[in-house]
């Protein structure tokens, strides 16, 4: 049973464009929820995180909004830039464990 | 900036042979984590330590084992290989308390033939 849950395998966005990226969960226990960005041959590279108690979150280039209702969290770059093209994993974790739980990850493309 | 250390990059090992790999977090991270990545799927959390203590566990095979060490770095010991074994293993770290913000290593992929 997948816990967090990326439905789109993959993504083609312009570049200066704005990337938006989703997941739902189905666990309403998650206390934290995780962006992470992987290139092949290295390991995952956290980029962001959200408190269950917090709606957005925003570093730089990249937002966070998180819909609790909905059980949905979406990441946004922007603008997007060709080094953006990556496997982005939506993750998910509750204070009492140390797991994260990952989705399957969405394919990222910023073309030129 | 320092990033988490994983030993070796590969490795290739029969059915039946053990291997081990090794883990060096971040300088002054105390907490290592192990996930498995088999191919085309998410990682899998295996198991976790805090100060040579096992912190929490996943879905890891009797046939592995881990430890950490005094000076933070941890090895997984897997016995008994099976096909089904070979994937990307990764090791990540945070400071303690901070388990919400894990650190990735660059993994070590086995490949059990």
């Known amino acids: 049973d997948q816990q967090v849950k990326q439905n789109s395998p993959s993504l083609s966005v312009q570049e200066g464009r704005i990337s938006i990226l989703n997941c739902d969960y189905t666990?309403?226990?998650?206390?934290?929820f995780l962006w992470y960005k992987k290139y092949p041959a290295e390991g995952p590279t956290f980029l962001i995180s959200i408190s269950s108690i917090k709606d957005k979150n925003e570093d730089g280039r990249f937002t966070v909004f998180l819909n609790k209702s909905a059980k949905h969290l979406s990441l946004h770059i922007v603008p997007s830039q060709p080094g953006d093209s990556a496997v982005y994993f939506c993750a998910a974790k509750m204070n009492r464990d140390d797991k994260i739980i990952f989705g399957k990850g969405t394919r990222l493309h910023i073309l030129p | 900036a320092a990033g988490v250390i994983q030993s070796p990059r590969h490795l290739i090992k029969e059915k039946r042979e053990t291997a081990t790999l090794k883990c060096y977090p971040i300088?002054?991270?105390?907490?290592v984590y192990w996930y498995q990545q088999g191919p085309g799927q998410d990682p899998q959390f295996l198991i976790s330590f805090y100060e040579k203590m096992q912190s929490d566990k996943g879905s890891i095979p009797d046939r592995f084992s881990a430890q950490q060490f005094s000076d933070y770095h941890s090895e997984l010991n897997m016995s008994s290989l099976e096909l089904g074994d070979s994937a990307l293993y990764f090791c990540?770290?945070?400071?303690?308390?901070?388990?919400?913000?894990?650190?990735f290593g660059p993994g070590t992929r086995l490949t059990v033939t």
């Open positions: 990540a770290s945070s400071l303690v308390g901070a388990s919400y913000e894990q650190y």
């Open positions: 300088p002054r991270h105390d907490t």
């Open positions: 666990n309403s226990m998650f206390d934290y």
